[in-house]
């Protein structure tokens, strides 16, 4: 599940990177060592964090939830808040990786949406442990002019752009791409045969496995962070991918004004939601200040502002007065309560499981 | 005394960064995966004594090793690798030679520059030169762009997200690793050798197969050395250049390590890894030492 890898965002993470492992040598200052997704945050958000509490940001970013839970399993992460997606949050606090929050340092939790919070505690019962920074879904990216030319009522709304064999093999000259991320396509196999999504029925998956082995020469490639590019220039017609990301080639293309219209859809028969959580790891150093730092993130303004930067919506409902209106109104990052029905919730899976779908997935994706 | 101490520097340098941490790989590799800090199980636990050590090896099993021959995943990966490697050292050697030859014919005072110029590439990240063929590869990229334009083909190449690109991209990012072995072998043949070889009637092909190429020999060896044995484990290449097909150990281990959050079965698969790798080289490297000297 890599997201949002660029090459520039890579190298700053590296500069960072090195810069969080220079031991504290002004242990006076306060600061706080933050480890997000990359291109995930308004900058501004920081320095006014700064400005206002003195305590210093040092603000790492990742592009695979994999390395996260690699470095936090490893222990000595060195990092004072962290976040990860749900299912791996979860698998996280068994395995002792975070502490519990103090709530009573949280008064702005008063500020989250119930609607979200009753989705995480799937991860997270009770909500113990995280808060969500934002949310989305996986969905359908497209090149609006390149599906018209090829198919003029392509179900752009429905799987069936994806997995029907004589609807997928129209655009196998133009280029699909799927996220590489069994955890979030082995889902939509399963939902779009009618299965339940969170199945761990070997024989389900098997089955889920099939479907995507007949789709399979048509897909160009499995990647979970180049179809913001290849969307953004024109390259490919389709991206199975995250909202955000999709949204995010699209502000691209018109920047760069190239007249490539991307577009973003929830399909009708359903959709992963997903959720990043902000959590303190077990062996942090700066305890209180990522209290203090989760409290500022609470607050209905600054979280409007991330949201307004980075086109995700957010799990604080009094942020929504101060989110932008074109995207508050955008269906294809706050659903409507319709769509919000068929979204469904991933749970994480047990070691045996995940091997099955690993295994299963690379079947797929080579063929062996 | 202080001879001991320089000849003692490569050994502990050989300890603390390759031995010590396979020795760490190789334990790990005999244990089992769990959900805790650090993902596996037993941990060596000495401040329980002799009993902790006791405990720790009643714990160890072959098992992953014997979950790696039973699937036909690691076998094919591995098998993969080591074709792809191994033509792509042989394209390497091709481009390399004609290179590393005229360099090492060139005027003496140019060949500090021209060495310079093979070097110049490592200037620039490794990373940033391979995404840089992305654009060189892709669909709309410059190299189809040229070939349209200069009307060899009509329909665009699809080179990027396959095998083909990776081969490229491997040869593209080695090839220093050849050429200066090769020309630093090329370059100390003696030019007399080859005057003496047309003063006696052989012709200028049939000079460069007799003389030139055997002598050369430890040079090709040096090289192939260089690029097949990273190029077995490369994973950026095919991850940013090839197609999903494209099945290299590399990856293989990435998905292990990090999808399946598996340390041991992905230690075992590097153990491996090694093992298929280095024993033969260094079988050959032993046999063509004993040769060198049987031959002097």
Redesign the interface.
């Known amino acids: 599940m890599l997201r949002v890898g660029r090459l520039g965002s890579a190298l700053g993470a590296c500069i960072l990177a090195a810069a969080a492992l220079v031991p504290a040598a002004m242990a006076a200052d306060r600061e706080v060592r933050v480890y997000n997704w990359s291109d995930y945050i308004d900058p501004e958000v920081l320095t006014d964090f700064t400005k206002e509490t003195g305590i210093k940001v040092i603000y790492d970013v990742f592009d695979s939830n994999e390395v996260v839970e690699t470095k936090l399993l490893a222990g000595g992460s060195g990092y004072d808040i962290v976040v990860p997606t749900g299912p791996f949050l979860a698998r996280q606090i068994s395995a002792g990786v975070f502490q519990k929050l103090d709530k009573s340092k949280l008064p702005n939790l008063k500020n989250t949406w119930p609607l979200i919070n009753e989705r995480t505690a799937l991860y997270d019962p009770g909500n113990d442990y995280s808060i969500n920074y934002m949310w989305g879904t996986t969905g359908i990216g497209y090149n609006e002019d390149k599906i018209k030319e090829r198919m003029a009522d392509a179900p752009v709304n429905s799987w069936d752009l994806i997995f029907k064999p004589e609807i997928v093999s129209k655009f196998k000259d133009c280029g699909i791409f799927l996220l590489d991320a069994p955890d979030d396509i082995i889902p939509i196999a399963l939902l779009y045969l009618g299965l339940n999504p969170n199945s761990k029925d070997p024989a389900d998956l098997e089955k889920a496995g099939e479907l995507l082995q007949k789709i399979r020469p048509n897909i160009q490639k499995f990647h979970s962070s180049e179809f913001i590019n290849a969307l953004a220039n024109g390259d490919i017609c389709i991206a199975v991918g995250y909202s955000g990301d999709i949204l995010q080639a699209r502000t691209r293309a018109t920047e760069a004004k190239n007249g490539v219209k991307v577009g973003y859809k929830i399909p009708k028969e359903g959709a992963q939601m997903w959720f990043d959580q902000m959590a303190i790891p077990a062996d942090a150093k700066h305890v209180a200040e990522a209290h203090e730092f989760l409290n500022y993130m609470l607050k209905p303004e600054v979280i409007a502002k991330a949201s307004n930067y980075v086109n995700y919506a957010n799990g604080n409902l009094a942020s929504q007065q101060f989110i932008n209106k074109e995207i508050l109104e955008d269906t294809s990052i706050f659903p409507d309560d319709e769509t919000l029905k068929r979204l469904f919730v991933k749970d994480p899976y047990d070691a045996k499981t995940q091997r099955a779908v690993t295994r299963i997935w690379t079947k797929v994706v080579t063929g062996q | 005394m202080r001879r001991w101490y320089l000849i003692s520097i490569p050994y502990i340098w050989l300890v603390v960064f390759f031995l010590v941490p396979f020795l760490i790989v190789l334990k790990i590799s005999f244990s089992q ?1 769990a ?5 596996y199980i037993p941990v060596l636990d000495l401040s329980r004594g002799i009993d902790g050590l006791k405990d720790f090896f009643s714990h160890l099993s072959f098992d992953n090793y014997r979950f790696i021959f039973s ?3 690691y076998i ?2 591995y098998i993969s690798s080591v074709k792809i490697a191994a033509i792509a050292t042989f394209l390497t050697l091709l481009v390399a030679y004609p290179v590393a030859y005229g360099m090492a014919r060139a005027p003496k005072e140019w060949q500090p520059t021209l060495v310079m110029l093979v070097i110049l590439p490592f200037w620039t990240s490794f ?2 030169r391979v ?1 840089a063929w992305i654009g060189i590869l ?3 990229g410059l190299l189809n762009l040229l070939l349209m334009n200069l009307g060899l083909i009509s329909e665009p190449l699809t080179i990027m ?1 396959t095998t083909t690109a990776v081969y490229i991209g491997i040869v593209y990012s080695y090839l220093p690793f050849m050429i200066l072995p090769l020309y630093a072998s090329l370059e100390k043949i003696n030019p007399s050798l080859l005057e003496a070889a047309a003063d006696l009637g052989s012709p200028p092909i049939r000079s460069f197969w007799q003389v030139t190429f055997p002598l050369s020999l430890p040079g090709i060896i040096a090289g192939c050395f260089l690029v097949f044995i990273p190029a077995v484990g490369e994973f950026v290449i095919p991850d940013l250049l090839g ?5 290299m150990i590399g990856k ?1 281990l990435w ?1 292990e ?6 340390w041991p079965v992905s230690s075992a698969v590097a153990v491996i890894l090694l093992l298929v790798l280095v024993i033969p080289i260094v079988l050959f490297q032993r046999s063509q030492q004993t040769q060198r000297e049987a031959g002097a």
């Not at chain 2, 197609?243 to 099945?247: D, N, Y």
């Open positions: 995966t959900m805790a800090i650090p993902p699937d036909s995943l094919n990966a990373l940033i995404y892709k669909k709309e997200n197609g999903s097909e494209t099945l293989t998905t390590f990090f999808s399946n959050r598996d």
